[in-house]
């Protein structure tokens, strides 16, 4: 079974930062697209940054210029860097992976359970 790990998130000033992290763990035989997404408080959730298996990636422009979005092949790991944070950036945000657990099985789509980030003015 596989699981998404999420760790880093929690309280920030603004202008602050934040790295959060996000291990697959289980039976992972290979992993495509890893990304971030975001919901905050009484909005729908949306994209944050997104990172192929060939380290391209994309961003919300929201965030462009402001996050970093990494990868560690060998450790199964996305990262996500947030630099000078904003109240806006208050949210619950949740690794995303595109990986199959086996050679026989096809490619599935999975999240993690989320951290909240929160940003203080």
């Known amino acids: 079974q596989v699981q998404l790990v999420e760790s880093g998130g929690g309280l920030a000033q603004a202008g602050g930062s934040l790295r959060l992290s996000c291990a697959a763990s289980?039976?992972?035989?290979?992993?495509?697209?890893m990304g971030w997404y975001r919901r905050a408080p009484g909005k729908q959730r949306e994209l944050a940054a997104t990172?192929?298996?060939?380290?391209?990636?994309n961003y919300a422009g929201s965030v462009k210029g402001r996050f970093t979005i990494s990868r560690d092949n060998a450790k199964n790991t996305v990262y996500l860097q947030m630099n000078s944070l904003q109240p806006e950036d208050t949210a619950v945000y949740y690794c995303?992976?595109?990986?199959?657990?086996?050679?026989?099985?096809?490619?599935?789509?999975?999240w993690g359970q989320g951290t909240q980030v929160t940003v203080s003015s």
């Open positions: 995303n992976a595109i990986l199959s657990s086996s050679s026989r099985s096809g490619l599935g789509n999975y």
């Open positions: 990172i192929t298996s060939g380290s391209s990636t």
């Open positions: 289980g039976s992972v035989f290979s992993i495509g697209a």
